[in-house]
């Protein structure tokens, strides 16, 4: 009833890129809408989950029409259309979100949520006790540049495409803020998630998605327990961010902010790419140039 694996992030770290893979892999059923938010977000009135602003609550919405017009034209299912509105208006409850998988027969099901990282830990045991044999698929990417790409992507959200036209003082205060600090705060979460999942938690590094994305994909594909099946487009973009070199005035901000979570993490985990994330030098190789290749087609960030 409840999904066989969770997607917990990191933000910005191929987190579209994992979804929109997964989903095309004929054992696998997730979702139409990406970030259902169940355990990170309040449960909400009727008249919020028809009329409220939040992107979730527009989305479910806006599926829901979609779904409704297409099941009039007969190209959608009644199934698909119950789903929908199920999503889009019944009240939240553990029910009402192991409904929204139901039984599949063959397939496991899974949700991809960047936010699910930054649960406390006693959601986290709740969780386990909905899904005792789930499997959690953590991303992680660089501290500094999964806070710039974030930035980047926040201010263009905002119809602002030219993050110099934004002040300093506003980009300071963005990246200051305790939500853009935690979205990184790696190895707290590893420790949290690890606690309860203990051996069921599969860490991957945007790295591995630069570097090699195929096999990237079938290691994640072997952990949640299916079969290697690897589309040939699996380094096509994805709902990719439009990156720009982190400017020169911002890092030594963001080496303040991130040095000591560089530090707990390669304590932590003792990889080769931790290694490399303490050491790399973003003064000396301005921004991105320290950052490994991208493949030709850049792949999703989010």
């Given at each position: 009833?409840?999904?066989?694996?969770?997607?917990?992030?990191?933000?910005?770290?191929?987190?579209?890129?994992?979804?929109?893979?997964?989903?095309?892999?004929?054992?696998?059923?997730?979702?139409?809408?990406?970030?259902?938010?169940?355990?990170?977000?309040?449960?909400?009135?009727?008249?919020?989950?028809?009329?409220?602003?939040?992107?979730?609550?527009?989305?479910?919405?806006?599926?829901?029409?979609?779904?409704?017009?297409?099941?009039?034209?007969?190209?959608?299912?009644?199934?698909?259309?119950?789903?929908?509105?199920?999503?889009?208006?019944?009240?939240?409850?553990?029910?009402?979100?192991?409904?929204?998988?139901?039984?599949?027969?063959?397939?496991?099901?899974?949700?991809?949520?960047?936010?699910?990282?930054?649960?406390?830990?006693?959601?986290?045991?709740?969780?386990?006790?909905?899904?005792?044999?789930?499997?959690?698929?953590?991303?992680?990417?660089?501290?500094?540049?999964?806070?710039?790409?974030?930035?980047?992507?926040?201010?263009?959200?905002?119809?602002?495409?030219?993050?110099?036209?934004?002040?300093?003082?506003?980009?300071?205060?963005?990246?200051?803020?305790?939500?853009?600090?935690?979205?990184?705060?790696?190895?707290?979460?590893?420790?949290?998630?690890?606690?309860?999942?203990?051996?069921?938690?599969?860490?991957?590094?945007?790295?591995?998605?630069?570097?090699?994305?195929?096999?990237?994909?079938s290691r994640i594909q072997a952990f949640i327990g299916v079969r290697e099946d690897v589309p040939a487009d699996v380094?096509?973009?994805?709902?990719?961010?439009?990156?720009?070199?982190?400017?020169?005035?911002?890092?030594?901000?963001?080496?303040?902010?991130?040095?000591?979570?560089?530090?707990?993490?390669?304590?932590?985990?003792?990889?080769?790419?931790?290694?490399?994330?303490?050491?790399?030098?973003?003064?000396?190789?301005?921004?991105?140039?320290?950052?490994?290749?991208?493949?030709?087609?850049?792949?999703?960030?989010?």
């Amino acid at each position: 009833m409840y999904p066989n694996f969770l997607g917990i992030g990191a933000q910005k770290s191929g987190t579209t890129w994992l979804h929109d893979n997964l989903a095309r892999h004929p054992q696998v059923w997730l979702p139409p809408v990406k970030e259902i938010h169940y355990f990170d977000r309040p449960e909400l009135s009727l008249g919020s989950r028809l009329f409220g602003d939040a992107e979730r609550l527009c989305k479910g919405r806006a599926l829901l029409r979609e779904s409704a017009w297409g099941w009039i034209k007969g190209t959608v299912k009644s199934r698909d259309l119950a789903w929908a509105w199920k999503y889009a208006v019944r009240p939240r409850s553990d029910e009402w979100y192991g409904s929204l998988f139901g039984r599949r027969s063959g397939m496991l099901t899974g949700e991809i949520c960047p936010g699910y990282a930054r649960l406390p830990t006693e959601v986290i045991q709740r969780i386990r006790r909905l899904m005792p044999e789930g499997r959690i698929i953590y991303l992680l990417r660089h501290p500094i540049e999964r806070a710039w790409s974030a930035a980047v992507m926040h201010f263009n959200d905002r119809g602002r495409s030219d993050y110099r036209g934004i002040s300093p003082v506003e980009l300071d205060e963005w990246l200051r803020r305790p939500k853009s600090i935690e979205h990184a705060m790696y190895s707290s979460a590893i420790e949290r998630w690890r606690g309860v999942f203990e051996d069921r938690l599969f860490i991957g590094f945007y790295d591995e998605l630069c570097r090699d994305p195929a096999r990237l994909l079938s290691r994640i594909q072997a952990f949640i327990g299916v079969r290697e099946d690897v589309p040939a487009d699996v380094s096509a973009q994805r709902n990719a961010g439009n990156w720009t070199h982190i400017p020169e005035r911002f890092i030594p901000l963001l080496e303040e902010l991130f040095e000591p979570e560089l530090q707990r993490l390669h304590k932590l985990l003792n990889h080769p790419i931790t290694l490399d994330w303490l050491n790399r030098d973003y003064r000396q190789q301005s921004g991105m140039a320290a950052a490994p290749a991208e493949p030709a087609g850049k792949v999703a960030t989010r």
